[in-house]
């Protein structure tokens, strides 16, 4: 069993910085990702980074959105800069052992999920 929380998320304005962070505890995962759900609309793919350190992104957020990992730590992070308004979603940590990158934006192939942080981009 693996526990996922996030945390970093809040308010920030437009062309501001955020950085969010997901802890994981249990025993080790494959690769990380990062989604999110704007109000209304369906959860997306936001972010991966396999357990060898490589990373892609969804087309929105190439750029300006960096995902990273410690795994001495647990940790995974995003660092999002240049937000926009719409980047304002609550942002899912998930994880999955198997990985492959022509499903890696499919939410449904990631077996754990944390509580999720909520990011505000305020103009």
């Known amino acids: 069993q693996v526990q996922l929380a996030e945390s970093g998320g809040g308010l920030a304005q437009v062309g501001g910085s955020l950085r969010l962070s997901c802890a994981a505890s249990?025993?080790?995962?494959?690769?990380m990702g990062w989604f999110r759900q704007a109000p209304g609309k369906e959860r997306e793919f936001v972010a991966v980074?396999?357990?060898?350190?490589?990373?892609y992104y969804t087309d929105s957020v190439k750029g300006r959105f960096a995902i990273s990992r410690d795994n001495a730590k647990n940790m995974v992070y995003l660092q999002m800069n240049s937000l926009k308004p719409e980047d304002t979603a609550v942002y899912s940590c998930?994880?999955?052992?198997?990985?492959?990158?022509?499903?890696?934006?499919?939410?449904?192939?990631?077996?754990?999920w944390g509580q999720g942080t909520q990011v505000t981009v305020s103009s």
């Open positions: 998930a994880a999955r052992e198997t990985f492959t990158v022509a499903t890696m934006t499919e939410s449904a192939r990631y077996v754990y």
């Open positions: 980074i396999s357990r060898g350190g490589m990373s």
């Open positions: 249990g025993r080790g995962v494959y690769a």
